[in-house]
Every structure is written in C-alpha cells, then in structure tokens.
T-cell receptor, first 114, second 110 residues
C-alpha cells in the first residue's frame, strides 16, 4: 500500500517550458488535491477534484491546469513555467469517511524555474 | 490580511517542556479545525482534528478551539526530540477545502 505517490521528486525548468506533475493514490479515495508550499505562506490549494470527472479551482489556480484521469490519478500541468512557480508541490487525497479533513499527502515535488 | 495567522517561529524548547502552538483566524464560518505535522522534506500528516469548539486530547497532545475568540491551540506535553517538526494549523468551513496557516517550526532539544 504505497499511499500517495508523486513523480518526479525534483525538476528544474527554464522559463516558458511546460511539464506535468503526476500523482496517484491507491486508497480508493474520491477527492484529490494539488497544493503549493512556499516559505512563510503555508500550503495553498491550487486545484482539487471532489470525484472522478470533476475539478475545481482553489486559491491560486492561475498558470496551472489539472486532469483527473481516473479515480487514482490527478495530474497538474504547467503550460508555460514562470520563476514565480518555483515551489514545492504536494498532492493529497481524502476519503468519503472523513471528507477533506483528513488528507493524505504525497512526498512532494521540488520545482525550480530559472 | 491572511485568513489564518500562525507565528512561524522557530520555537526552541528543552526536552520535557510543555509546548503551546497557536493560530488565529478571521473567517467565522470555519467549523473544522486541524493540526498537521510535517517533518523536514516530507508531506504533512494529520495530527488532531476538532469539529466546532472545545478540547480534544490524544496522548501527549491536546487541541483547543475557542470560536468566540477565533483562536486555536495545540499543546504538547513532555515534548520529545522526535516532536521536532513544522506544525500547520488548518481550517475549513465545508470540511472539504482547507485553509492552512504558514506553519510553526518546533525544535525540541535533548
């Protein structure tokens, strides 16, 4: 039981390049989330998906797109990376029993945009 | 002004001390209050969860919520070096989308 997995663990991009961050969970959870974590800012919600086939914007969605590929997988895409998107990105999931209160987080992707 | 304010620390205490971590918030619609713990270079994990006001105890940890003052606290008794981590408060009005504080770095010295 791997929980929430994220790939890649580290990535360096040049300004304007695109990339997709992958996330998968094996806990049969309905809801999945993407956050970014910056020093002094805590975790900020980028997008979330309450169930397969639905997505909704969070606090900081600009510059990102998401795809809920199936119940297990939720990807985050940066179409044209900017230095302001340098951050640590976390994916999380939660089950019906506890709603979004108990979220299980992946290990994170450290992204640097130069 | 941020919806959730949390002193970033770092807070440094000797082993065995009682630790008090706090958050204030401005949104009176918040009903769900959580504390997450994050070790260095790891994802956060849920430590405590409280619905509405009151206290909740789990081992060495006690969470308190005072909705009238818009103030929540986490107390750690008999702190251990293994408690050294960043503690994030989080809140929600609907139980789905969470708003996190910036996190407090705690260091427990042996």
């Amino acid at each position: 039981n791997a929980g929430v997995t994220q790939t890649p663990k580290f990535q360096v991009l040049k300004t304007g390049q695109s990339m997709t961050l992958q996330c998968a969970q094996d806990m049969n959870h309905n809801s999945m989330y993407w956050y970014r974590q910056d020093p002094g800012m805590g975790l900020r919600l980028i997008y979330y998906s309450a169930s397969e086939g639905t997505t909704d914007k969070g606090e900081v969605p600009n510059g990102y797109n998401v795809s809920r590929l199936n119940k297990r997988e939720f990807s985050l895409r940066l179409e044209s990376a900017a230095p302001s998107q340098t951050s640590v990105y976390f994916c999380a999931s939660s089950g019906l029993h506890t709603g979004g209160v108990e979220q299980y987080f992946g290990p994170g992707t450290r992204l640097t945009v130069t | 002004q941020k919806e959730v304010e949390q002193d970033p620390g770092p807070l440094s205490v000797p082993e065995g001390a009682i630790v008090s971590l706090n958050c204030t918030y401005s949104n009176s619609a918040f009903q769900y209050f959580m504390w997450y713990r994050q070790y260095s270079r790891k994802g956060p994990e849920l430590l405590m969860y409280t619905y509405s006001s009151g206290n909740k105890e789990d081992g060495r940890f006690t969470a308190q919520v005072d909705k009238s003052s818009k103030y929540i606290s986490l107390f750690i008794r008999d702190s251990q070096p293994s408690d050294s981590a960043t503690y994030l408060c989080a809140m929600s009005d609907d139980g789905n989308k969470l708003v996190f504080g910036a996190g407090t770095i705690l260091r427990v010295k042996s």
